[in-house]
Protein backbone atom coordinates (compact mmCIF):
# COMPACT_ATOMS: atom_id res chain seq x y z
CA UNK A 1 0.00 0.00 0.00
CA UNK A 2 2.64 2.24 0.96
CA UNK A 3 4.49 1.54 -2.21
CA UNK A 4 1.70 2.63 -4.21
CA UNK A 5 1.13 5.84 -2.41
CA UNK A 6 5.01 6.57 -3.21
CA UNK A 7 4.67 5.74 -6.80
CA UNK A 8 1.61 7.75 -7.00
CA UNK A 9 3.55 10.60 -5.32
CA UNK A 10 6.52 10.21 -8.31
CA UNK A 11 4.05 10.11 -11.13
CA UNK A 12 1.94 12.93 -9.69
CA UNK A 13 5.36 15.05 -8.68
CA UNK A 14 6.78 14.28 -12.22
CA UNK A 15 3.78 15.38 -13.74
CA UNK A 16 4.02 18.95 -12.00
CA UNK A 17 7.37 19.34 -12.77
CA UNK A 18 7.07 18.21 -16.73
CA UNK A 19 4.08 21.10 -16.52
CA UNK A 20 5.71 23.59 -15.13
CA UNK A 21 8.78 23.06 -17.50
CA UNK A 22 6.67 23.08 -20.44
CA UNK A 23 4.89 26.38 -19.00
CA UNK A 24 8.43 28.35 -18.19
CA UNK A 25 10.21 27.03 -21.68
CA UNK A 26 7.53 28.00 -24.06
CA UNK A 27 9.92 30.27 -26.08
CA UNK A 28 9.80 29.64 -29.62
CA UNK A 29 13.21 27.89 -31.19
CA UNK A 30 13.80 27.21 -34.59
CA UNK A 31 15.29 23.82 -35.66
CA UNK A 32 16.92 24.06 -38.83
CA UNK A 33 17.60 20.91 -40.43
CA UNK A 34 19.36 20.83 -44.26
CA UNK A 35 16.14 21.05 -45.76
CA UNK A 36 14.13 21.55 -43.49
CA UNK A 37 12.88 24.83 -40.52
CA UNK A 38 10.74 24.41 -37.89
CA UNK A 39 9.73 26.85 -35.08
CA UNK A 40 8.74 24.90 -32.23
CA UNK A 41 8.29 25.56 -28.63
CA UNK A 42 11.65 24.51 -26.39
CA UNK A 43 9.48 22.54 -24.47
CA UNK A 44 8.16 20.66 -27.01
CA UNK A 45 11.71 19.83 -28.92
CA UNK A 46 13.00 18.92 -25.66
CA UNK A 47 9.93 16.42 -24.83
CA UNK A 48 10.58 15.22 -28.30
CA UNK A 49 14.14 14.28 -28.36
CA UNK A 50 14.31 12.89 -24.82
CA UNK A 51 11.40 10.20 -26.19
CA UNK A 52 13.65 9.73 -29.20
CA UNK A 53 16.70 8.99 -27.22
CA UNK A 54 14.72 6.56 -24.81
CA UNK A 55 13.59 4.69 -28.22
CA UNK A 56 16.86 4.52 -29.36
CA UNK A 57 18.22 3.37 -25.87
CA UNK A 58 15.23 1.03 -25.51
CA UNK A 59 15.87 -0.25 -28.92
CA UNK A 60 19.94 -1.02 -27.64
CA UNK A 61 19.13 -2.46 -24.64
CA UNK A 62 16.28 -4.95 -26.30
CA UNK A 63 19.05 -5.83 -29.15
CA UNK A 64 21.85 -6.64 -26.78
CA UNK A 65 19.32 -8.52 -24.88
CA UNK A 66 18.34 -10.56 -27.95
CA UNK A 67 22.23 -11.50 -28.05
CA UNK A 68 22.31 -12.32 -24.72
CA UNK A 69 19.57 -14.62 -24.73
CA UNK A 70 20.33 -16.11 -28.05
CA UNK A 71 23.95 -16.90 -26.66
CA UNK A 72 22.51 -18.29 -23.48
CA UNK A 73 20.10 -20.55 -25.60
CA UNK A 74 23.27 -21.42 -27.47
CA UNK A 75 25.48 -22.65 -24.33
CA UNK A 76 22.77 -24.64 -22.99
CA UNK A 77 22.50 -26.82 -26.11
CA UNK A 78 26.15 -27.32 -25.28
CA UNK A 79 25.92 -27.66 -22.06
CA UNK A 80 23.34 -30.32 -22.84
CA UNK A 81 25.62 -31.80 -25.47
CA UNK A 82 28.62 -31.90 -22.97
CA UNK A 83 26.44 -33.59 -20.18
CA UNK A 84 25.38 -36.36 -22.41
CA UNK A 85 28.67 -37.18 -23.75
CA UNK A 86 29.67 -37.24 -19.85
CA UNK A 87 26.65 -39.54 -19.08
CA UNK A 88 27.74 -41.82 -22.29
CA UNK A 89 31.36 -42.25 -21.27
CA UNK A 90 30.31 -43.08 -17.42
CA UNK A 91 28.23 -46.21 -18.82
CA UNK A 92 31.26 -47.60 -20.83
CA UNK A 93 33.09 -50.27 -19.07
CA UNK A 94 36.66 -49.41 -18.35
CA UNK A 95 39.10 -51.30 -19.83
CA UNK A 96 42.10 -52.51 -18.22
CA UNK A 97 45.58 -51.49 -20.08
CA UNK A 98 47.49 -54.15 -18.57
Known amino acids: MIRKILILAVFISFF????AFAVFNMQTVSL?????????????????FLLL????????????????RYDNHRLEN?????EQEL????????????
Do not use: E, M, Y
Open 53 to 68: GLIIGATIIALSTLRI
Open 78 to 82: KLQSA
Open 16 to 19: LIST
Open 32 to 48: DLFFVQWQLPLAVLLIA
Open 87 to 98: NSLRILPVRNSH
